[in-house]
C-alpha cells in the first residue's frame, strides 16, 4: 500500500529569501510535474508553490527513497544548493500529511488564520497535476476531500468571518457606522498598497463612486482606472469632499493631510450629512481635532488596530473548532485508505467463490436439459444470491471488523483459507 509523504518549506521555517530561491512559477511547476510524472519512485505528486509556502505532497512506495530522490530533484531543478534550504524542510507521513494538508487548506497554518485566498490556489496546484496526470487514485481522493473539509470549516466556523488585516478593517468599520456601504461614496487620500487593498474590499461591498486622490498624479490615474473611479489632484481634495461619505487616508505624509480648519469650512455646505474619516497611516494623515467637529468623525490605526487583535482573537477560538473538523476528516480518510487495502483480497475471494458456484452450476444444469431457459435463469439467479449471501459477513469483517488492531493478520487468514495466494 502506499504512503503519503508531505514535503515542504513556509514563511514559519524558510525566511523570504530562501523561499524565493525554490519557489517555483506556473511555467515550471508544470514542467517540474511533467518530470515527476516520470520519476518510477514518486508515483503520484502534486506540486504548491505561492510566496509564503513550497509543499509537494506524494504517493510513494517507499518513503525514504521518495523524500531523498524529491530533495535533490528541486536542488537541481532550481540550481540551487541543498545544504542551502535542506534545514528549513518539513516532511510529514501518513495521517500526518493528511492533516497538514486539511491544515493548510482550512487556512489554519496561513500567516493570517482564516484567509481565503489559499483554497483557491491549492484548487489551481491539484488542477495542474491532474493536466499532467501525476496525481492518481490517492490524492485525487485526499484533495477532493480537502475541499470539501476546507469549505466545511468556512462554512461551520467563524474563522473567517472578522477583519484581520488594517485595510480590511477600515472597510468593516465603514459598514459598521453604515450598516451597509452600496452606494456609499469614497474618497482615497494615498494610492499605495493599503489603499489599493481598501479598494478592493470597497468593490466587493458594492461601495459608490471611488475618488482617488494622490501626490503623484498619474499613480492616482492608474488605480482609479483599474477600479472604475475616479482620479483628482491633491488640490481638490478639499472641492470634492462635498461629494464623499467617507475618507480613506493612507499616505506616507510626514504631517496631517488634512486639518480641522479645512474640515470645519467644508461641513458647512453638507448640510448636516455626516462624514466619516478612516486614517490608516503612521504618521496620521488627519487631524485627530476634526472629531470636535458636528457630525465628522476621524478614526486612526490604533483604532482598526483594536479591531484587529480582537477579531484575530476570535479567530483563534474558531481555530479550535476547525481543528476537531479536519481531526474528523483524517480518520474518516484513514478508513478509506484502509479499505484499498482489503481490496485486493475481497476480489480475489469474490472470483474464487463465483468461479467454483459457475462450475458447479455449469455442471448441474447440463444433468438437467429438460429445464426450460426460463427455469435456468432462474436458477442462475439463485446461484448468484447465494454467493451474495455467503460472501456478505466476510467481506463486511474485511472492511470494518477486520480493519481493527493487526488487519494483515485478518488478510492473510482470509487468503489461507479460501487459498487465494495464487490470485492475490
Not at 513550497?54 to 540550481?79: C, N, P, T, Y
Not at 466545511?152 to 478593517?169: M, N, Q
Amino acid at each position: 500500500m502506499r504512503d503519503i509523504v508531505l514535503l515542504g518549506l513556509n514563511h514559519k521555517t524558510a525566511s523570504v529569501d530562501v523561499r524565493e530561491c525554490i519557489a517555483f512559477t506556473a511555467d515550471e511547476t508544470e514542467r517540474a510535474l511533467a518530470m515527476l510524472r516520470d520519476n518510477p519512485t514518486i508515483a503520484e505528486s502534486v506540486l504548491f508553490s505561492t510566496c509564503n509556502r513550497i509543499e509537494l505532497l506524494m504517493a510513494v512506495d517507499q518513503r525514504d527513497a521518495a523524500v531523498s530522490i524529491a530533495k535533490q530533484f528541486i536542488a537541481e531543478f532550481k540550481k540551487v544548493p541543498l545544504s542551502q534550504f535542506e534545514s528549513s524542510l518539513y516532511r510529514y507521513d501518513g495521517d500526518d500529511a493528511v492533516r497538514h494538508t486539511l491544515q493548510v487548506a482550512a487556512s489554519l497554518d496561513s500567516m493570517v488564520v482564516g484567509e481565503p485566498q489559499i483554497l483557491g490556489q491549492m484548487k489551481e496546484a491539484y488542477r495542474k497535476a491532474t493536466v499532467e496526470k501525476t496525481s492518481g487514485v490517492i490524492l485525487n481522493k485526499l484533495l477532493h476531500r480537502t475541499f470539501f473539509v476546507a469549505k466545511k470549516v468556512r462554512t461551520e466556523t467563524g474563522i473567517g468571518d472578522h477583519a484581520v488585516s488594517i485595510s480590511y478593517a477600515a472597510i468593516e468599520l465603514g459598514k459598521k457606522i453604515f450598516g451597509d456601504l452600496e452606494g456609499r461614496r469614497v474618497m482615497l487620500i494615498g494610492a499605495g498598497e493599503m489603499a489599493e487593498l481598501a479598494v478592493e474590499h470597497l468593490i466587493r461591498n458594492r461601495a459608490g463612486t471611488i475618488t482617488v486622490a494622490n501626490r503623484t498624479f498619474s499613480r492616482g490615474v492608474e488605480l482609479a482606472t483599474r477600479f472604475r473611479g475616479k482620479a483628482i489632484k491633491f488640490e481638490e481634495i478639499i472641492d470634492c469632499i462635498n461629494d464623499v461619505d467617507i475618507v480613506i487616508s493612507s499616505t506616507g505624509a510626514s504631517e496631517y493631510v488634512l486639518r480641522k480648519n479645512q474640515i470645519k469650512t467644508a461641513m458647512k455646505s453638507r448640510r448636516n450629512r455626516s462624514l466619516f474619516f478612516i486614517d490608516i497611516a503612521v504618521p496620521r494623515d488627519i487631524d485627530p481635532d476634526i472629531n470636535r467637529i458636528s457630525n465628522a468623525y476621524v478614526y486612526d490605526i490604533d483604532d482598526l488596530k483594536g479591531i484587529v487583535d480582537d477579531n484575530i482573537e476570535d479567530r483563534n477560538r474558531e481555530a479550535v473548532k476547525a481543528q476537531r473538523i479536519i481531526d474528523e476528516a483524517v480518520i474518516g480518510f484513514r478508513k478509506w485508505v484502509d479499505t484499498l487495502e482489503v481490496v485486493p483480497t475481497i476480489i480475489s475471494l469474490r472470483g474464487k467463490v463465483e468461479a467454483v458456484a459457475r462450475q458447479e452450476l455449469e455442471k448441474t444444469l447440463t444433468s438437467l436439459n429438460h429445464l426450460s431457459e426460463s427455469d435456468k435463469r432462474t436458477i442462475e439467479r439463485m446461484t448468484g444470491a447465494l454467493v451474495n449471501k455467503i460472501l456478505h459477513e466476510p467481506t463486511d469483517y474485511l472492511k470494518k471488523n477486520g480493519c481493527r488492531g493487526n488487519k494483515s493478520v485478518a488478510l492473510d487468514l482470509t487468503r489461507k483459507l479460501f487459498n487465494l495466494e495464487e490470485n492475490h
